[in-house]
């Protein structure tokens, strides 16, 4: 018989979990693995695995993709689930083979925990692709328990995994950088979307997209904000520092910005259509799908043929590019816009996350929200 949460380690831990699909989070005591492919009996005097770091959570970033996996939107949510991969917090135990942290260092953990360390992505640093990539949260383990995400008080992961978060980057805005920063970081880099001048169109404006527009004008290009919303012009320009602001439901603005830009990155997570994107690139341009809608997007192939255009994707980045993430960011002073919230008030930011009710990410203050 499978063994409960409660049971499978005995390192205990209190956070938030979800039960069933409906996505209410409450709270839910667990316990996390401790050593590596140690037997259970040798568990009880070791608090840590060898290459193990032991973090007190302080700040969680909410990210929408937390709400797709406690609704099981995608259809692979494994019950109980505790979400959140934008961790950042303070390092309180090391294993003894751990040398790049010490007691006391502010760390970073992100969207995953652990990979195979010998496949091709993994010797490219690119431990994001590997085949046995093990997510932060609702994924297994190599040993077989459960992870549980950052809605908690306390998390242990390998060395590898655990990054250094800059001092020049404040916890909470930070946060967020560990997931909606690499997610657009990483694809502007391997796209070649960093050429100053160039035009960039930045689809949605909200979590991903309202960094998207920070790391353009970084890299120096012209930054525009394509939006079906026309009140959010004013913030786009006024406050984020974007170029112009396109509304996308606007026919005639559309036809007037056809084949002005270089590049797009969409992070719209709905279904939407992908032809008036197409047609805003130039010759060459590339769009590039961020975003993950519940279902599959048309794609219209004649703009692609007629036009040398590319459609990719991207998914997060490995561990050496999500430092160089952050080190960039300590750097430029690019930090997310967020709305700090305490853990108990999870379920009324996930019904507003829904409605695209926040500006731009939601943080959950661990350390002065309720305890067990």
Request: overall charge negative.
């Amino acid at each position: 018989m499978a063994k409960s949460p409660e049971e499978e380690h005995p390192q205990k831990v209190f956070g938030w979990a979800a039960r069933d699909s409906s996505g209410v989070l409450s709270p839910f005591h667990f316990s996390r693995r401790q050593v590596l492919f140690l037997p259970s009996e040798l568990y009880h005097d070791r608090e840590n695995g060898d290459d193990d770091v032991t973090v007190k959570v302080q700040y969680c970033g909410v990210c929408h993709s937390d709400l797709h996996t406690v609704k099981n939107d995608w259809g692979f949510t494994r019950y109980p689930v505790v979400p959140g991969h934008e961790i950042v917090g303070v390092v309180t135990k090391t294993g003894k083979n751990v040398n790049k942290f010490k007691v006391g260092d502010r760390v970073g953990i992100g969207v995953l925990v652990g990979s195979c360390k010998t496949c091709e992505s993994c010797q490219q640093d690119l431990e994001n692709y590997c085949p046995r990539m093990i997510f932060t949260y609702n994924a297994r383990y190599h040993d077989g328990t459960r992870t549980y995400g950052g809605y908690s008080d306390m998390m242990i992961v390998e060395e590898r995994y655990v990054l250094r978060f800059p001092d020049k980057l404040p916890s909470d805005a930070g946060a967020p950088l560990l997931c909606a920063g690499i997610t657009i970081y990483s694809p502007m880099k391997y796209y070649g979307m960093t050429e100053p001048g160039k035009h960039l169109g930045v689809s949605g404006l909200g979590g991903l997209g309202h960094v998207a527009v920070k790391f353009g004008k970084a890299f120096g290009l012209k930054v525009t904000v394509i939006s079906t919303s026309p009140r959010k012009e004013e913030e786009a320009i006024d406050k984020l520092g974007a170029d112009s602001f396109l509304v996308s439901s606007d026919p005639a603005k559309m036809k007037a910005a056809m084949g002005t830009m270089d590049y797009i990155i969409d992070t719209v997570s709905a279904v939407h259509p992908l032809a008036p994107l197409l047609g805003l690139l130039k010759l060459n341009g590339k769009l590039i799908m961020l975003g993950l809608p519940e279902k599959p997007l048309e794609l219209p192939i004649f703009p692609l043929v007629f036009g040398r255009k590319l459609v990719g994707g991207s998914d997060v980045g490995g561990m050496k590019e999500t430092q160089e993430m952050l080190d960039f960011c300590a750097e430029h002073g690019i930090t997310a816009d967020i709305e700090l919230i305490r853990m108990e008030e999870i379920n009324t930011a996930m019904e507003r996350l829904a409605k695209s009710d926040v500006r731009y990410r939601f943080v959950i203050d661990m350390a002065n929200s309720v305890s067990q």
